[in-house]
């Protein structure tokens, strides 16, 4: 703890420019792996849903589901079933505010193609948009509100601070001073459709031969981000069912993006607002080089404390941004 007052006594937040400017710089997309063997399917649905509402232009939450992919307990059989279904759920869950952002963006691209400003009534139609997104993630943390520390911190710290912000952003618009331009609007709407359009899916590496089933999280990590970025084919072998690299795609064949940058995340964890954002500034931004201890945190350790990063920071004077990157399920921030 001492070192992490430290390391707060010497380093100040960046501002929101920073990471914004490095959005738009094209490295945009974020890979989510969550690696769970066994984990409560509520502690795995929030750390999905707080991974799923960072605000990136391109981001891919994979659960990475490492329980025997055929139980014969029945009662595993529930958990697991139920498990699989969180990516889908969340999906749905997000389907309507991000259909209706999604909407309003390409509405105001028809209409004020080409123009510099925005008039009053964008600028009220903007803030429209903002208050009842705000006002649907304030119902959700509602539902989603429990009694355990997760589902707390996942209402409080995540849903209702989201919406805290967004329902600021929208009465600034209303009350503007001066005319909005027209790249501001347009960036506002995108950021309402960033924060609602991530993609969930799910991976069992054990379905397959072909990957290593050794029991550690790191192992489960590296046998999925082994396939990232190629498609493969699932093909039956003496051995059992495998992927195999597909030189050309065809129907059925499973392909795995990409990504500009690769979070691990245990189920159970939460990421905060901005955390996925500012992290990434601090991976790959101007001063990447210098952020060694922020890369080897975020390599390393998948459940560790933000506060303790942050004391391993302070002798490696790096991680200026690593600003709320992950939160604890211990609500004493220990």
């Not at 792996?33 to 509402?53: C, K, Q």
């Not at 922020?294 to 998948?302: D, F, K, P, V």
Request: hydrophobic share 45%.
């Amino acid at each position: 703890m001492r070192r992490a007052l430290q390391w707060f006594s010497k380093h100040l937040p960046v501002t929101r420019a920073q990471p914004d400017r490095h959005l738009a710089s094209g490295q945009t997309s974020m890979t989510v792996l969550v690696p769970s063997s066994g984990a409560d399917p509520l502690a795995v649905r929030a750390t999905m849903l707080s991974a799923a509402l960072q605000e990136r232009p391109s981001v891919r939450v994979v659960l990475l589901l490492d329980d025997d992919p055929y139980p014969a307990d029945s009662d595993d059989a529930a958990r697991l079933a139920e498990t699989r279904a969180i990516a889908g759920d969340i999906m749905r869950l997000l389907a309507e505010p991000w259909r209706r952002a999604s909407d309003a963006l390409l509405r105001f691209e028809l209409e004020h193609s080409g123009d510099a400003n925005a008039d009053a009534s964008e600028a009220r139609a903007l803030a429209g948009e903002y208050a009842w997104a705000a006002g649907w993630l304030r119902d959700l943390a509602e539902g989603e509100e429990s009694d355990d520390a997760v589902g707390r911190l996942l209402a409080d710290q995540v849903l209702r601070t989201l919406a805290d912000e967004l329902a600021v952003i929208g009465e600034a618009a209303a009350t503007a001073a001066v005319a909005l331009s027209a790249d501001r609007v347009n960036e506002l709407y995108s950021r309402l459709a960033w924060i609602f359009g991530a993609e969930l899916t799910v991976f069992e590496r054990r379905k397959y031969s072909s990957t290593s089933h050794a029991p550690t999280t790191s192992s489960n990590v590296d046998a999925y981000r082994a396939l990232m970025g190629g498609a493969h084919r699932i093909e039956e072998t003496p051995d059992g069912t495998a992927l195999k690299p597909a030189a050309e795609r065809r129907p059925g064949d499973i392909r795995v993006p990409g990504s500009d940058a690769v979070l691990t995340l245990d189920a159970g964890s939460l990421l905060l607002r901005d955390s996925s954002r500012l992290l990434a500034y601090s991976l790959q931004g101007p001063d990447a080089a210098r952020d060694v201890g922020a890369r080897e945190t975020a390599e390393a350790a998948t459940d560790a404390d933000v506060l303790a990063w942050r004391g391993m920071l302070y002798h490696c004077d790096a991680g200026d941004t690593l600003r709320d990157f992950a939160g604890s399920g211990d609500p004493t921030g220990k």
